[in-house]
């Protein structure tokens, strides 16, 4: 599609979505309500690294459940597919993202992108110590975003404060076997990844890089393989938006995932990834201008394909 015309797209589904202030901020972690609840953008990033945007795009949020694909990408990486798939299921949860609860048959944590499942991966992450664990997944995310990304230490110190439901869900992982490590530094490094700033054009190029197999399409550097690549959509397109996964396959049809912090990313293999910011959420957590642009998006540009 001709340049001109994908950026006319952009603007006028940002322009239709703006008007809608429903929805809430989030605020079970304290420093989550001090968002501009008004801010909005929205980012296309194609494989071949062209860039389309609008709206907030330099404001700084907190990528908060959106690094779940990314940690568990690590953890394949680091460990092998075998390993983490003994550890963390693949499938659907139908429950909600800090739900706390393993799958009575197998006694696993059901996926990766609910908490049980997240925390896990983070537990699985190498590195000689508690610092160099973390830096890696600091590191893995700024090579999906193109540039270094830091922790913002007012939301790390506020979710480290309140976050007992995941430190309860740190407890039962060790306690059924699925984490063998110290749980409160597992449960630590998920409160830290979750606090790492981005805004909405880093997220359009994780997404992107996500598209393009792997590689940053600006950068060119490789930040996954291919066959990790693969897979973590695949979790994504299943498992990506919680309990309103079927009503987003259904009508957007693409793999996503999104985050409190009111990010959304979501991706078009091979072609493009598109990053939404609004941090007013609906019923699901999910941010309400975020999942209308998408939809509107993958209408207008026939991008849905599952
Ligand atoms: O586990 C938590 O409470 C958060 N740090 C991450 C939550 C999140 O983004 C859930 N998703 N929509």
Known sequence: MESGVVSRIVNDVYQLCRPDDSGT???????????????????????????????????????????????Y???????????????????????AFNE??????????????????????????????????????????????????????????????TGFRNRAIGYMLRSFGI???DPDEAVDRYFRQCSLDVTCRDLALMAATLANNGRNPVTRERALSTALTERVLSVMTTCGMYNAAGDWVTSVGLPAKSGVGGGIVAVLPGQIGIAVYSPRLDAHG?????????????????????
């Open 25 to 71: 901020l989030a605020d079970y972690i304290p420093e989550l309500a001090a968002a501009q609840p008004d801010s909005f953008a929205l980012c296309l990033a194609t494989a071949d690294g062209r860039i389309y945007g609008t709206g907030d795009l330099d404001v700084s949020f907190t990528i908060q459940s959106i690094s779940k694909p990314f940690t």
């Open 73 to 95: 990408a690590l953890a394949l990486a680091d460990r092998g597919t075998e390993f983490v798939d003994a550890r963390i299921d693949v499938e659907p949860s139908g429950e």
């Open 100 to 161: 706390i609860s393993l799958d009575p048959v197998t006694e696993r944590p059901r996926n990766p992108m609910i908490n049980a499942g997240a925390i896990t991966a983070a537990s699985l992450i190498t590195g000689s110590d508690p610092v160099e664990r973390f830096e890696r997944i600091r590191r893995c995310y700024s090579r999906f975003a193109g540039r270094e990304l830091s922790m913002n230490e007012a939301v790390y110190a506020s979710e480290a404060r």
């Open 179 to 181: 984490i063998d490590s």
């Open 286 to 306: 999910n941010s309400v201008r975020g999942v209308a642009a998408c939809r509107e998006l993958s209408q207008r540009l026939e991008l849905h394909f599952l």
